[in-house]
């Protein structure tokens, strides 16, 4: 079994910035890619980032040029620096392992952008 947890979130004020980690534990067999989603209240999940095994990225266009995910494989941990924050950002952040032996999610993380 693969265990995820988020940390980073919190309350910043527009314009501001946050970064999440995701630590990643248990058996990770052959990774295809790491992602983070988010889900804001009454909206549905969505793709925010995402990191292929080969180092390809895709992002959602709302954050493009102001999020950025990353990866240290030495300490299975994935991040997602988020620079620029708007109100719209808000939402609860989900940490995501695609793996040839299965597809993992965190708890979330909240993240607030308000003033």
């Known amino acids: 079994q693969v265990q995820l947890v988020e940390s980073g979130g919190g309350l910043v004020q527009p314009g501001g910035s946050l970064r999440l980690s995701c630590a990643a534990s248990?058996?990770?067999?052959?990774?295809?890619?790491m992602a983070w989603y988010r889900q804001a209240p009454g909206k549905q999940n969505e793709l925010v980032a995402r990191?292929?095994?080969?180092?390809?990225?895709n992002y959602a266009d709302s954050v493009k040029g102001r999020f950025t995910i990353s990866r240290d494989n030495e300490k299975n941990m994935v991040y997602l620096q988020m620079n620029r924050l708007k109100p719209e950002d808000t939402a609860v952040y989900y940490c995501?392992?695609?793996?040839?032996?299965?597809?993992?999610w965190g708890q979330g993380t909240q993240v607030t952008v308000s003033s």
């Open positions: 990191e292929w095994s080969e180092g390809t990225t």
């Open positions: 995501n392992v695609y793996a040839s032996n299965g597809n993992f």
């Open positions: 248990g058996s990770i067999f052959s990774l295809y890619a």
